[in-house]
C-alpha cells in the first residue's frame, strides 16, 4: 500500500471517529441547528430535532450542542438542492459568478453539460470547466458532451470522438454522458454514436436523454442503448411513456424551455420517485428574478405538488440517480450541505451551509476564492475568433433565398417562401451565419420574416449550437457592421444602429461567457434589449435567445447555417 494511500486511510479513520463521538454525545458539534422542523425525504415527513454536524457531515439528529448552534425555531431545514441538468455558459457568466448567484438560493450541487464551450473549444472547453469550477462552493458535476457538433451540418470550434472523451471519465466530478441529442443515430446505429454509449457503460456511468416524442419501438431501442434520463418532455403522454419504460424525468424549468406546469401531476406518490427538477439553461435575468431550483420547488407547491414530493426530486432522487449517495437528505452521514427556508409557502431562503460552513445568507453569498484556470486554457479561451474584416459585399446573394418564418414565443420555424433582397415593409430582413472558429470564410446567407428590425441590426455569438456569429439586419451593410463589432469583442451581443453599436454585451469567454459579475451582465443585457426593440424587433420574441436558436439546424422546420438555409424535414439546403 503506499504511502499516499496509507495517508488517506488514517485522515479518514480520524474523520470518522469524530463523527461517531460527536453523534454519541461524548463531545460538541462544530454546528448545531437548533429545534429544527426538518424535511425527511426517506419518510415524507416533517420532524423535530437539534442537528449536529461535524467534519462536513450530520453527525445525529437529537439533542445535541455545539460550538456554534443556530437557533431554528419556527424554520424548516432541508437538503441542498441539485440542478440535475444545466448548462453553465447559459447564464453568460463565469462559473464563479454563477455559484455567487445560486448559493443564496441552497443550490449544493449542479451537473453541467459543457456542450456550449466544448462547441468552440473542443477538449479544451471541458478542460477549461473542470478547473474553472474546482473547489467552488456549489459542486459542479459534469456529463460530457455527446454531440459536438449537435449534427454534422454545424462547423463548431472542434468535433468530439469516443476517444476525446474517454480521458475524462477517470475525472472525479465526471459522472457520465450527456444528453444524447443525436437519437437518430442511436436507431440507426451509427457506429460513433454507439461507440459513445458504449465507453459511457464501461466506465459505469449515466447516460442521459434527450428524444422529445420518441415513441413505440424508437423509445424501446432507444433506452435499451443505455439512456436512462429525459429532459425534453412537454406533456404527460410522452413523459408517462419513458417512465413506464424506466427512464427518469428530469422536469425542467428554465429560461428558454418551461414543462414544470404540464408535468407538475407527475409529483406524486406513483411517479415521484422517479422525477428530477434541472434547468437546462438559466439567464441572467431569470437567476436574478426569479432563483433557481428553490423556485422551481416554491412553484411546484403552489401548483399543487407535496411539498415534500418536490423537495425530494431536488435532492434525493437527484443524488441517487447520478451515484452521489452521500447527499440529498437530511440524515447521519449525509453532507452537511443545509437550507434553512421560512415556510413551504413563501419558500423564501434565509441561510444554506455547505458541508456544515455557511455560504450564504439573507440574499447574499459569503465570499470564497475563484478557481484558478492555467493561462494556456485561459488565453485559449479569450481568442476563439478567426473571422476577417466583412464588407456589405459579403452579405449580398445573387438570386432568391430561403425565408425563415419566425413563431412568435417559439423557437420553432415556418417555411416562409423565398426572397431576393429584405423588405422592410414585408418584415423580410437579411439573416446570414458567419463561420468564427477556423477562418473558413463561410457565410451562409438568407433571410428571417417575423423578427420585425425596422432599421440596423443585432449580431451574436451566442447561436446555438455551435456558436457561430449569427446577425439579422435591415441592409447588408448594418449586417457586416455589427458582425465586425462582435469580433472586435472577441464575442458578444451587438445592437447596431446609424454607424455605431448602441448597446453590447461583451462575452469575451470562448465568445459565450463574460468575466463580469451577474448584476453588470443583466443590466447590459436588457439594456441590449431594450435597444433592439426600440428598432422594432418583435415584442413576442426574445431580441438574441430567439435568435440564438435560428441557427440550430436540428429543430423544424427552416434554420440558417454556415451553408445557407437548411430544412430540417427534408435535411437539404433550401
Known sequence: MSEHKKDDISRELRRKRRVISVAMGREA??????????????????????????????????????????????????????????????????????????LPHGTSTVVTDPHEIANVMGTDGIAYMLQATEGLPVDVRFMLPSCVPATPLDESGAALEQEDLDGFYSHPRVQGLAEMMNFVGVLAGDEGVLAKLAAASLADKRTDGHAPDLAGNGLNAYIAAGVRSDHECHDLQDATAKLERGQYIMIREGTAARNLEALAPLLCGKYGGRCLLCTDDKHPGSLLEQGHIDAIIRQAIALGADPITAIKAATLNAAQYFGLHDRGAVAPGYLADLVVIDNFQSFQVEAFYKKGILAAENGAALPFPVPVVEPRLTERALHTFQVGTLTAQDFRSS???????????????????????????????????????????HIGLGFLQGYGLKSGAVATSISHDSHNIIVVGASEEDCAAAVNRVAELNGGIVVWKEGRPVAEVSLAIGGIMSSESLETVNEKLEAAKAAAYALGVNRGIDPFMTLSFMALPVIPTLRITTRGVFDVRTQDYV
Open 29 to 102: 458539534a462544530d454546528l448545531v441547528l437548533k429545534n429544527a422542523s426538518y424535511a425527511n425525504v426517506f419518510t415524507g415527513e416533517v420532524l423535530t430535532a437539534d442537528i449536529a454536524v461535524a467534519e462536513g457531515l450530520i453527525a445525529g439528529l437529537g439533542s445535541y450542542s455545539g460550538r456554534e448552534e443556530r437557533d431554528c425555531t419556527g424554520k424548516l431545514v432541508l437538503p441542498g438542492f441539485m440542478d440535475a441538468h444545466i448548462h453553465l455558459e447559459s447564464s453568460l457568466v463565469a462559473p464563479a459568478e454563477f455559484a455567487r448567484a445560486v
Open 399 to 441: 438570386g432568391p433565398q430561403g425565408v425563415v418564418g419566425m413563431v412568435d414565443g417559439e423557437i420553432t420555424t415556418v417555411d416562409a417562401g423565398r426572397a431576393g433582397a429584405p423588405d422592410i415593409a414585408r418584415d423580410i430582413l437579411r439573416a446570414a451565419v458567419v463561420e468564427r472558429h477556423k477562418g473558413t470564410g
